[in-house]
């Protein structure tokens, strides 16, 4: 595969922009290759700027639940631009949105649109904060927030790819009020939760985790947490900016019965354009400014064209039988993945899957939490993504993603992924 293009504006991005990438993992650096420049997407292909196509499960690593360039959001799009892109003052949109979110997520009586996850994870826990009166904030290892100061305490793929433990920069003063527990284990919960010297405000945690690859919360897990913060009145956070629309229509809390009192969304909500929300109980909600004294603003909040961009795909997604399809499709191509790893490969690999996204450790497995998935051989995953590449299948450039499926991707271009993929185990066993 040629990919001369991409080379030179690879060579020139990196004097310009550090790393020549505006975020780390598009780097390539854990896979051992460069970064191919995207020209265009459409449905589930995209073309780099030598002309080569792909087929795409990466999906912006999330949002393009629809698959690119859908006809429903462009149109919403073009019709939103045509009046201007950012008023700095309320729109009709915003509350349009709203209604679609209040009406999809059950936690979620009101919301607050920001510009993207990461402003709405630091938002939730600020407001969770200013709620309790109290600081600390316990997180689990592998979960990952976005980037702000608070969170950078073992947080997931990207910051363990490029093999930084945290991250300078970020004061001892503020990661003290941050505490870090392994996923999945309900002792270490009950005792970190219980210790009176805590002083906990939040808990914040990925229903179904999805930065150190995808692990699925082990039974009854979830509904521990939630017994325990509201006996201790600690704000439960979940981040559902993967699973929001995505583990079903009205999140990873729907489909598991289990409601918080905040949630944090993005991702497919800006239907592809940069969005963030937090919402959850009026009552905490309210504390906001300007009915609050938590402040919390955005230039660019409530944008038009991203309003527009992620209503139009709610409606879509909204439609009867969505999710089912979606899901059927991801869960046969899963099912014959990893049968063919396990034809190839035996005991070196092994899968977590939920829905429409799915992780392929090579790792004996199972995984079930941040330690268990750093079993994996990553070299190996490195060799498997760069096979892959080649053969003109997109993936995500590091082991501890998810492979995203969209309503775009067809059965041609699913069993055509399948039969490069085999070649690919052959020569990787
Ligand atoms: C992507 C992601 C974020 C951060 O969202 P950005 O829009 O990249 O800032 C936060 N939480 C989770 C679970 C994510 O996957």
């Known amino acids: 595969m040629n990919t001369t293009v991409s080379k030179q504006l690879f060579a020139k991005a990196q004097t310009l922009i550090p790393g020549g990438v505006n975020s780390p993992v598009r780097a390539c650096k854990s896979v051992g290759c460069d970064p191919v420049f995207i020209k265009k997407a459409n449905g589930a292909t995209i073309t780099d700027m030598d002309n080569n196509q792909y087929i795409d499960f990466v999906g912006s690593w999330g949002p393009m639940i629809l698959g690119h360039n859908h006809p429903a959001v462009i149109e919403a799009i073009t019709r939103a631009m045509a009046n201007g892109t950012s008023y700095g003052a309320p729109c009709e949109l915003e509350i349009e949105l709203a209604e679609m979110v209040i009406d999809a997520v059950p936690s979620v009586e ?6 993207s996850g990461t402003e709405a994870t630091m938002s939730a826990i600020r407001l969770a904060r200013g709620y309790t009166g109290r600081k600390m904030i316990v997180k689990f290892d592998g979960g990952f927030h976005g980037h702000a100061d608070s969170f950078l305490v073992k947080a997931g793929s990207g910051v363990i790819t490029l093999g930084i433990p945290g991250s300078p920069g970020v004061p001892d003063d503020i990661v003290k009020n941050t505490i870090s527990i392994p996923y999945n284990n309900p002792a ?53 900016v993967i699973t929001g629309f995505r583990a079903s229509y009205g999140g990873a809390q729907a489909k598991f019965g289990i409601t918080p009192d ?3 969304l993005g991702k497919i ?36 064209l991203a309003m527009a961009a992620g209503k139009a795909t709610l409606t879509e997604l909204k439609k009867p039988g969505f999710y089912e399809a979606l899901n059927q499709k991801a869960e046969q191509f899963g099912g014959e993945l990893l049968a063919l790893a396990k034809k190839s490969l035996g005991e070196q690999v092994c899968m977590n899957q939920a829905g429409s996204v799915l992780t392929l450790f090579f790792a004996k497995g199972p995984v079930y939490d941040f330690d268990s998935a750093m079993t994996s051989d990553t070299e190996r995953y490195g060799h498997y993504y760069r096979e892959m590449r080649a053969a003109g299948i997109y993936l995500a450039p590091a082991q501890f993603e998810g492979m995203f499926f969209s309503a775009a991707h067809t059965s041609e271009q699913l069993e055509m992924t399948l039969e490069k993929t085999e070649s690919v185990f052959k020569k990787l066993a």
């Open 110 to 115: 009101m919301v607050r649109f920001v510009s």
């Open 188 to 240: 270490k919960l009950e005792e970190t939760l219980r210790n009176p010297d805590l002083e906990i405000a939040s808990v914040i945690i990925e229903p179904v985790a999805g930065n150190m690859g995808v692990v699925h919360p082990a039974p009854g897990f979830l509904q521990k947490l939630r017994d325990l913060t509201k006996e201790l009145g600690i704000v439960l956070i979940f981040d559902e």
């Open 262 to 264: 905040l949630t944090c």
């Open 269 to 304: 909500i800006g239907g592809g354009l940069p969005v963030g929300a937090y919402g959850g109980k009026k009552e905490i909600m309210s504390m906001i400014a300007p009915t609050g004294p938590v402040y919390q603003a955005g230039t660019l909040s409530g944008n038009p």
